[in-house]
């Protein structure tokens, strides 16, 4: 089958391929682009987060009594929580993990870097049940035990003498060295030394650069409001949580019980604008490839249903099915070859649209060839039912006078 | 009635010419039935174009009806054709989706009438034709004779001033055929022109006169007497 | 005529149903998903405060430390909240016609009815002048007095979702209610009043929520109130009282003021920049003079309060909504394609051009108007499916007016637009052209 002289009947016919053609480029340029966003979302999404997050709970405390003994009932409410049958370890602490919520400070390596120069990280205060209550795992070094805890009263200002940091903060401090045992200084000036080092912990925002840099420290703050991680057994938090905030209300009236929530969802909470991106644009893709598929059926059954006269002929003189079948799958892979020729220019041009408007990263080539692949398969296989009701045009047609 | 003076048409394409009436004059008086006959290819279609203005001559005059034609505006020669010229195609050209009713209003609906005038005429013309009964029918439920007297009830009813009739039977058996002849002859009888494109030799010969086109010319005239069945009226069967 | 014309194409619909319903559902489909992401970003980039907001402003000055801009990436900004001091030294000032500071703060809240379970209540702590400058709705009673606000008494405005809640939405003006343990009379409850985006302190949340309840400024310091929002600090220093703290170099306090005219906006510009030159004088503020005010519309677009997201999402959809209409009009040049002759006939029994553009116009406005219903429909559902996967989208996703009627607009100029060329194509068609086969 040759193909000029399929090239030459459709530019003859050109207005309902130059449709087709211009769908299929800015099918290419969305599709491409998309897809690079939703991978993108979808592998921040799933970042490895060092913690047990699926089995820990959170809940909060809030006290409105001005009178409150707050290190009194944070014992008795550390003591009720950790007797619950199924729970593994619970801590006081002050953020929680990946929440959108957290502080940082910014530490040095040394006092001779100024203190403006500092490496900004995320500081969890907790107490010597930590480590397991987060399911972290301390790759040098050891945790906290109950005699270095510091309980601080409220706007007080304190340094612990030693504190676990990640990897991924040591590094920015120290580079290659083990940051195990260095010390660290914080703006004031003040150091601790680096008891342990955390192989991996995320920290408060899931879209800031420095999500790994975490340091834990041995202090528990005695505010009226307190959060509490619970990590229990796997596969008995969801019937834990109620025996949580039970024991939590009946240990203590004097305060309000807040927050109950599986860690679980307090990330799916904060990757909540990620995760919606990536379903929007999945939808939005799959969609737009169906319209696509759908007009390039409809076209073509349109251009069967014209030509069948010419098919009939063209049977008539010898034409095999399998050459009217080939005729229009040819046809169809010129045009949607035209499509991502003139698609490649407006995906790159969209995304450089992407890049310099809303900063976001260039474009990987492999999604350009990925989504001209699906085009091109996508066009064969639209075309394929009209185009075999035109192989099945009956010769006899060229006599008939319609 | 009809007065074509030196007509050309020539159609161009890039690679070719074609000359498809060159020099080209009829006269038609009013009344007149007229037969145009010739071979595939020789102008007749493009004659009957002209005469109908669907297109306009490259050159030449067109006088219809008294006034001159042959350089109006596209808007101009629709309403023409909507109030003074009747159609009838050998394939009868009736509107699918539209029933019988339907199909005579179309050349009503573009004439602008009232809708109790629309209604009027479109009766009287099916009845004429002896279809009123069938008005809700569409045409697919119809015989081919039948088709065509709905064309031709289709073409009456704005009261134009002569019909084009481009092979009305064409499409036709030989009984049907009849019948249609039979009903233009009583309509030419009431004192419409008609003008009829055929290659039937016995067809033209039921005209008054027949002319010839060779090569976009006229080549030959015969003039035949009046016959007195025309006078008579046409049998409107319903079959 | 026009009648006429909507029962050809309606037959004409009738006629070809697939390549109709396909046509209507490419329309529709392009038109919801534009529709979706349009709404979320219309109501996102919305000013809620309308022309009044031109006159009421943000106000900045560079408080940060000389070292480093406030933003390292971007330098040209500077700090969008005030310290305690700062914001101190502003009300000082009699200029502007109302201004006020204010910050996010939380407390337990409890009532004399017993079986109303104490919650917990987000407040904002500001002055009087914050009803009147965003020109908030009371249901009962009123902002309360400047004597009250002069003298710290613990008074409180409650917004209508507390009162309804505390007090079953009676009218609880002069009641009393516990805000941590202490005791605060309700002077004034707000009608419903959520400003989407949350334009007065879009740092902790642009799509939050407006507060539970409202506290005077003044009750900062003998209260030892602490800001439940974000606060930033650049100065390492020993924060270690609520007295160091207040006095330290952190910011957390909005600062908002309404100026009427320009010259009572340049006479506060100079206030500022008097203020700054005093407060350098004194050692601190030492970054060059860079004071700023700013209206609600040009606030909203500094603070970037669409998302980025948000607007990917309109550029893509457009893109989408174009391939659909592209697709529309392949669908409708097909169909009017395949109605040539009869176009032909009808011309021939006298139709005039124009005729047959109107009638054809006209059969893919309706095209046009199913689409858009079809559309409408669906932005409904592709909302619905929002608001479920975020919950920050809560308030973001109901349609209003203008968006209906928006989106019939678009959709009915879709169908014309789409059916535009192929329309022009068959008002081409020669009278003559097909009169000889069918």
Redo the contacts between chains.
């Keep these: 089958m040759e193909v000029r002289p399929i090239f030459s009947a459709l530019l003859r016919n050109k207005t309902g391929a130059f449709l087709i053609s211009l769908q299929i480029a800015l099918t290419l340029a969305v599709v491409a682009n998309a897809l690079f966003i939703i991978v993108q979302r979808l592998e921040k999404m799933n970042r490895p987060t060092g913690m047990d997050v699926d089995n820990i709970i959170m809940v909060a405390s809030s006290a409105f009594t001005q009178d409150y003994d707050a290190r009194g009932s944070l014992r008795k409410d550390l003591d009720a929580l950790r007797a619950i049958p199924g729970v593994i370890a619970a801590t006081p602490i002050n953020q929680i993990p990946l929440s959108g919520g957290g502080d940082s400070n910014g530490y040095r390596a040394s006092t001779d870097v100024p203190s403006h120069d500092g490496i900004s990280a995320n500081n969890y205060m907790c107490d010597e049940q930590c480590v397991d209550t987060l399911g972290i795992e301390l790759e040098s070094g050891r945790s906290f035990d109950a005699s270095e805890i510091t309980f601080r009263e409220p706007n007080s200002s304190f340094f612990s003498p030693g504190v676990l940091i990640t990897r991924a903060l040591g590094e920015e401090l120290f580079g290659d060295e083990d940051p195990l045992g260095k010390s660290i200084y914080d703006g004031l000036g003040r150091s601790t030394t680096v008891i342990g080092v955390i192989r991996r912990m995320q920290g408060a925002w899931v879209s800031w650069e420095g999500l790994e840099r975490v340091m834990v420290r041995p202090e528990v703050g005695l505010w009226p409001y307190t959060r509490y991680l619970i990590r229990t057994e796997p596969g008995q938090r969801d019937a834990i949580m109620p025996v949580v905030e039970k024991t939590l209300i009946d240990l203590n009236k004097e305060r309000l019980v807040r927050r109950l929530t599986a860690h679980a969802d307090v990330v799916k909470h904060s990757y909540s604008q990620d995760r919606t991106m990536a379903v929007i644009l999945t939808t939005v893709s799959a969609l737009l490839v169906t319209v696509t598929a759908l007009g390039i059926v409809g076209l073509a059954s349109f251009s069967v249903s014209q030509r069948t006269r010419q098919i009939g002929i063209r049977r008539a003189i010898g034409a095999r099915r399998l050459d009217i079948l080939r005729y229009f799958l040819v046809e169809n892979w010129m045009i949607t070859t035209g499509g991502v020729v003139l698609g490649c220019i407006l995906t790159l041009a969209f995304n450089f649209w992407l890049v310099s408007e809303y900063e976001l990263p260039r474009l990987e080539l492999v999604y350009v060839l990925g989504g001209i692949a699906g085009l091109l398969m996508l066009g064969q296989l639209a075309v394929l039912m009209p185009a075999r009701r035109a192989a099945a045009v009956a010769p006899a047609i060229a006599t008939r006078n319609v | 009635m009809l007065d074509m003076r030196n007509l050309s048409k020539v159609y161009r394409t890039d690679l070719i010419e074609t000359h498809a009436l060159r020099d080209f004059s009829l006269s038609v008086d009013s009344g007149e039935f007229v037969a145009v006959t010739g071979p595939s290819g020789s102008g007749k279609t493009t004659f009957l174009n002209i005469a109908g203005l669907l297109e306009p001559a490259t050159s030449g005059t067109y006088m219809l009806d008294g006034s001159d034609v042959s350089d109006l505006s596209d808007n101009q020669r629709s309403r023409i054709r909507n109030e003074k010229i009747g159609f009838i195609f050998q394939s009868f050209n009736l509107i699918p989706d539209l029933d019988l009713f339907d199909n005579v209003d179309v050349p009503l609906r573009y004439r602008g009438f009232k809708a109790a005038e629309r209604r009027r005429r479109i009766m009287d013309n099916l009845e004429r034709v002896g279809l009123a009964a069938r008005a809700n029918h569409l045409p697919s439920q119809l015989s081919g004779g039948q088709q065509q007297r709905v064309a031709i009830a289709r073409a009456l009813a704005g009261d134009p001033r002569f019909l084009l009739a481009d092979e009305p039977t064409g499409n036709l058996d030989s009984l049907m055929a009849r019948q249609v002849m039979e009903l233009l002859e009583s309509i030419n009888a009431g004192g419409t022109t008609i003008i009829m494109v055929t290659h039937d030799p016995e067809l033209a010969r039921r005209a008054h006169r027949s002319i010839q086109v060779l090569d976009g010319q006229v080549s030959d005239f015969k003039t035949y007497e009046p016959r007195p069945a025309a006078v008579e009226p046409a049998p409107a069967a319903s079959a | ?1 026009f009648a ?1 014309y909507v029962r050809l194409a309606l ?2 619909l009738r ?1 070809n149903p697939v ?1 109709t319903g ?1 046509t209507i ?2 329309i529709g ?2 038109i919801a ?1 534009c529709m979706t ?1 349009l709404t979320l970003y219309y109501i996102m980039s919305g000013n809620p405060m309308g022309r009044a907001g031109e006159k009421v402003y943000a106000v900045q000055i560079d408080s940060w ?1 000389i ?2 801009p406030f933003d390292d990436d971007r330098p040209e900004r500077i700090p969008w909240e005030f310290t305690w001091r700062d914001a101190n030294g502003l009300l000082a000032s009699d200029v502007p016609a109302l201004q006020a500071a204010m910050f996010k703060a939380a ?2 809240l ?1 009532v004399a009815n017993e079986d109303i379970q ?3 209540q987000l407040l904002r702590v500001t002055g009087r002048d914050f009803f009147e400058l965003f020109d908030t709705p009371f249901l009962y009673g009123s902002a309360w007095s400047a004597s009250a606000e002069t003298a710290a008494e613990q008074v409180v405005v409650l917004s209508r979702r507390t009162n309804d809640e505390a007090f079953g939405g009676e009218n609880s003006v002069g009641q009393r209610v ?1 805000l ?3 005791d605060f009379t309700v002077v004034g409850v707000l009608d419903e009043w959520d400003p989407a985006p949350k334009f007065y302190d879009v740092n902790n949340g642009p799509f939050d929520e407006s507060e539970d309840a409202y506290i005077p400024f003044t009750l900062t310091v003998p209260l030892e109130l602490d800001s439940a929002g974000n606060t930033n600090c ?1 100065k ?7 007295e ?2 207040m006095n330290g170099e952190c910011i957390w306090i909005q600062y908002w003021v309404q100026l009427d005219d320009s010259d009572q906006k340049a006479r506060y510009q100079d206030f500022l920049d008097n203020y700054v030159r005093d407060q350098q004088a004194l050692g601190r503020l030492e970054r060059p003079i860079d004071n700023r005010l700013t209206n609600v519309p040009d606030w909203l677009d500094v603070r970037q309060v669409v ?3 948000s ?3 309109v ?3 457009f ?2 909504l ?3 209409l ?2 529309a ?3 409708v ?2 169909k009017f ?2 109605k040539a ?2 176009v032909g ?11 047959i553009f109107t009638q054809h116009l006209v059969e893919t406005g309706i095209v046009g108007l199913a689409g858009g219903l079809v559309g409408l429909g669906l932005t409904q559902l592709g909302l619905v ?2 608001r479920a ?5 809560e308030v973001l996703t109901q349609l209003d007016v203008v968006l209906v009627s928006g989106t019939i607009i678009i959709a009915v100029m879709s169908g014309v637009i789409a059916g535009l060329y192929p329309t022009w ?1 068959i008002c081409r068609v ?3 052209g097909y ?4």
């Design positions: 005529m006429y037959l004409s006629r390549l396909l559902g490419a489909i392009g998903v992401t430390g070292d480093d407390a337990v409890q104490p919650s917990m516990r941590d343990g202490r650049w390492d220093e020993e924060l270690d009282s609520f160091k703290f998302a980025n997201d607007k990917v999402l550029g893509l959809s893109m989408f174009m391939v659909c592209f697709n009009v392949g669908l040049l097909a394609v395949g002759p009869q006939l009808r011309r021939a029994l006298g139709a005039s051009t124009s005729a499916g929002i996967l975020n919950e920050h989208y194509r020669a009278p003559a009169l000889k086969t069918q």
